[in-house]
Protein backbone atom coordinates (compact mmCIF):
# COMPACT_ATOMS: atom_id res chain seq x y z
CA UNK A 1 0.00 0.00 0.00
CA UNK A 2 2.70 2.29 0.94
CA UNK A 3 4.29 2.06 -2.77
CA UNK A 4 0.64 3.08 -3.92
CA UNK A 5 0.63 5.93 -2.17
CA UNK A 6 4.01 6.71 -3.17
CA UNK A 7 3.22 6.54 -6.48
CA UNK A 8 -0.30 8.45 -6.64
CA UNK A 9 1.35 11.46 -5.08
CA UNK A 10 4.29 11.22 -7.67
CA UNK A 11 2.05 11.04 -10.23
CA UNK A 12 -0.39 13.69 -8.51
CA UNK A 13 2.42 15.77 -8.20
CA UNK A 14 3.52 15.75 -12.28
CA UNK A 15 0.08 15.42 -13.26
CA UNK A 16 -0.36 18.69 -11.46
CA UNK A 17 2.73 21.07 -12.33
CA UNK A 18 1.79 19.60 -16.21
CA UNK A 19 -1.48 21.09 -15.95
CA UNK A 20 0.01 24.73 -14.69
CA UNK A 21 1.96 24.73 -17.28
CA UNK A 22 -0.68 24.04 -19.87
CA UNK A 23 -2.90 27.07 -18.16
CA UNK A 24 -0.12 29.28 -18.47
CA UNK A 25 1.08 28.83 -22.17
CA UNK A 26 -2.50 28.90 -23.13
CA UNK A 27 -2.99 32.23 -21.53
CA UNK A 28 0.08 33.62 -23.33
CA UNK A 29 -0.33 32.32 -26.66
CA UNK A 30 -1.95 34.89 -29.25
CA UNK A 31 -4.00 32.98 -32.17
CA UNK A 32 -3.74 33.90 -35.61
CA UNK A 33 -7.06 34.35 -37.26
CA UNK A 34 -8.93 30.83 -37.80
CA UNK A 35 -7.01 29.30 -35.23
CA UNK A 36 -8.22 26.97 -32.64
CA UNK A 37 -7.15 27.43 -29.19
CA UNK A 38 -6.08 24.74 -27.43
CA UNK A 39 -7.19 23.50 -24.44
CA UNK A 40 -6.36 25.26 -20.70
CA UNK A 41 -4.73 23.04 -17.86
CA UNK A 42 -7.69 23.23 -14.88
CA UNK A 43 -8.79 19.39 -16.00
CA UNK A 44 -5.32 18.21 -15.72
CA UNK A 45 -4.73 20.20 -12.30
CA UNK A 46 -8.09 19.02 -10.75
CA UNK A 47 -6.70 15.46 -11.40
CA UNK A 48 -3.63 15.84 -10.27
CA UNK A 49 -4.75 17.12 -6.81
CA UNK A 50 -7.25 14.11 -6.73
CA UNK A 51 -4.46 12.10 -7.48
CA UNK A 52 -2.87 13.71 -4.75
CA UNK A 53 -5.52 13.69 -2.18
CA UNK A 54 -5.66 9.64 -2.71
CA UNK A 55 -2.40 9.16 -2.57
CA UNK A 56 -1.84 10.88 0.92
CA UNK A 57 -4.95 9.42 2.11
CA UNK A 58 -4.21 5.64 1.33
CA UNK A 59 -0.96 6.33 2.69
CA UNK A 60 -2.19 7.48 6.17
CA UNK A 61 -5.30 5.06 6.40
Known sequence: MTVLAICLIAVGAVV?????????????RVL???EVAPGNGIPLMVAGDIALI???LVLVL
Not at 23 to 28: A, C, I, M
Open 16 to 28: SVLGVLRLVSSRR
Open 32 to 34: APG
Open 54 to 56: AGV
